[in-house]
């Protein structure tokens, strides 16, 4: 999770370590080509995000209470990265490293031309996103009593700083078609359910999220440069194709987040020291590509 405008907030709780298995070769391997420099690793902190959705081993030793369903919840802000911070089934196409990395959906090689031509001609009202790019989308969400608002300083306030946070993310191939899937369908227009903010929806079908114990995210942050703040993820593990014009509009219309571009990557998380362990209970998820753990 990104924007600038973020309170910072030391937040970790201490425990007891639950833990899997050392790392193979091959990951090791692979662990050194999709990872930054790895050179002093930071210490102290807890789980770290963005990670690896199909890997469950983790050996971080904080661990804290996983945060309620998004409708217990006020969604506090909505933003974007350009190129998945996660990597996943549908979307483990490696981009490169730093910033401007991350992971690509698996079908960005195959669109048509159609699909790859720019409506705008390079100047519409949502910057750092063209078609055939991939977005991994935040919803963001706070126990705190707040109104959705600029940047993830929204999700707390004065009298509510240790906010408990919750994050859906929904990963998206961005292309030129009225019949994909429109960003707009998912923004947030004052909807209130049980005195709580929430968005219009959140995307379906695209696999069952897997839940795990992370950090905020963002480019700022590395493996050396660790984020303080705890986070429940939900990480939806298959893309979906999203109109590039519906960002368009999205912008223009003068969103309540005041989102105008997509953000940049924090390096995907590899360190097993910096990662929590998934739970084993989810042997079977339904994705595309069945992951089975015996």
Known sequence: MLPKSFVSVGVIALAAALLTSVPSKAESVQHELESGDDAGLCEGFGPQ??????????LNQRIFGQAPAPEKLNLCNIHTHTNAEHKGPGFAVFAGHGEHGGYQCNGSAGLTEAELEDPSGGHGAF????????????????????????????????????????????TFLVVNDPGALDFTDFNYRGEMRGKLHQPIALPKNTGTPVVYSGSTTGPKYSQAVCSPLQVTWSVRP????????????WAENGNIFREDHSHGVRELVTAPELLSPIERNMAEKSWDDRLRVE
């Open 49 to 58: 995000a963005p990670r690896d959705i199909t890997s469950f081993e983790g």
């Open 127 to 170: 910057e750092g996103v063209k078609p055939g790019d991939t977005i991994e989308v935040h919803w963001v969400f706070s126990s705190c009593d707040v109104k959705p608002g600029q940047g993830l300083g929204s999700c707390l306030t004065e009298s509510c700083t240790n906010p408990t946070l919750r994050v859906e993310a929904q």
């Open 238 to 249: 298959q893309c979906a194709k999203l109109d590039i014009s519906s960002l368009h509009r």
